[in-house]
């Protein structure tokens, strides 16, 4: 039987496949960052599809964390009933979902937070959407922990398995891990323990509010991509803090949204040796940490998810383009047909989100090419 497709435990939770949907910014809530239907009929399909766990994209816990339009909203609590119908409907499938739940940070633009300036570690050029952020004050930083927490419980509230925090692609967590971004002189920047105070700080939050059995998750950076971003031996610090706290897993990635050059989304990946760009980095994790690996980034081929999972590279294989392209990629390998995706790695689909009908594949290869 192939590793892929054998039930696993995370936590108390029996997963079905060894394979994640990783977070995607979907594109499908309103303008309020309610729930709209083709939201809850993409994620239902993905768990129908022997997803073993599809993880929401990008609710956003505070109105000046949104990062892009018509991303979801988990900052009222007029927000839990959409949602609800989310967690009802994988369920319904028997499958599990987890929220990941974040903060744009510096990453965002003022038209969409209603003209407000982005906030940020410091007010570094370079690394936004257009416009310079402005310098977090101690009491905003201490605003942000709390709407973390507050989101985490509307989570659990509104019946997902799991939480997961995104500390990654050089949103606000991982800003202030990234030595480039992050240049407060105080305690929450200057040194890689006091970088990473702020996401220990939003953890122990979450865990006061979820309580010691749900399971929370960490999408972490491993490299910002820029020389001088954050280091693999300074994220593996973070897993281990996190860890010892009581992380369920971590899931591996790196880049920086919105980057042509360093964007985790990485454009033409057209054969198997070009697959799973942050292998390395989960191989070094698996072996440091004793919490479930999740890797994504690149893996489009049946073999390569097979491969790694078969010399314990990582726990799990997560994906995101080849399942906005073939929401049934892992059913239909499960069938039988074990033929690469047809996601082209064009980034398309991502840009169909801004346009409000949600993020939709605008290209794949043809049946010839395979």
């Known amino acids: 039987m192939a590793l892929i497709f054998d039930n696993s435990h995370l936590a108390d939770l029996v997963l079905r496949t060894r394979t994640f949907r990783s977070a995607t910014w979907e594109g499908l809530a309103d303008k309020g960052g309610f729930v709209r239907p083709e939201l809850v009929r993409l994620i239902a399909d993905l768990a129908r599809n022997s997803v073993g766990m599809v993880i929401t994209g990008y609710l956003y816990v505070s109105p000046e964390g949104r990062g892009l339009p018509y991303q979801t909203g988990v900052w009222d609590e007029t927000h839990v009933e959409g949602l609800s119908k989310i967690t009802k409907a994988v369920h319904d499938e028997g499958g599990l979902v987890a929220a990941q739940i974040a903060h744009a940070g510096g990453r965002t633009r003022r038209e969409y937070i209603d003209g ?10 370079g690394f936004a959407f257009g416009d310079t952020p402005r310098e977090m004050a101690t009491a905003e ?15 659990k509230e509104a019946g997902f398995d799991a939480v997961q925090l995104h500390c990654a692609h050089n949103y606000l967590l991982s800003q202030f891990l990234n030595p480039l971004v992050n ?12 970088r990473r105070r702020l996401i220990i700080e939003v953890y122990d939050a979450v865990r006061e509010v979820v309580g010691e059995e749900f399971p929370i998750l960490v999408k972490l950076n491993t490299t910002d991509g820029p020389e001088g971003g954050i280091s693999i031996q300074e994220a593996l610090g973070v897993a281990k803090v996190l860890t010892a706290r009581g992380l369920a897993a971590v899931e591996v990635s790196g880049g920086m949204a919105g980057s042509n050059d360093y964007r985790a989304s990485r454009k033409g990946i057209v054969s198997p040796s070009q697959e799973a760009y942050f292998r390395e980095a989960a191989r070094i994790f698996k072996q440091e940490l004793t919490i479930p690996v999740i890797l994504v980034g690149g893996i489009k081929s049946y073999e390569v998810a097979e491969e790694i999972l ?6 799990y294989v997560s994906f995101s383009r080849p399942l906005i392209c073939e929401p049934d990629l892992i059913e239909r390998w499960r069938r039988g047909d074990k033929s690469r995706s047809k996601c082209l790695s064009c980034n398309g689909c991502l840009g ?8 939709a594949c605008v290209g794949k290869r043809s049946a010839q090419e395979e």
């Open 141 to 155: 930083i201490e605003g942000v922990i709390e709407s973390f927490a507050q989101g985490a419980r509307r989570v």
């Open 310 to 315: 078969g010399k314990g590279d990582a726990d």
């Open 352 to 359: 169909e989100g801004l346009k409000g009908g949600g993020i």
């Open 116 to 125: 407000q300036t982005p906030l940020a570690p410091s007010a570094v050029e």
């Open 183 to 194: 240049q407060r002189g105080d305690h929450y920047g200057g040194s890689p323990e006091k």
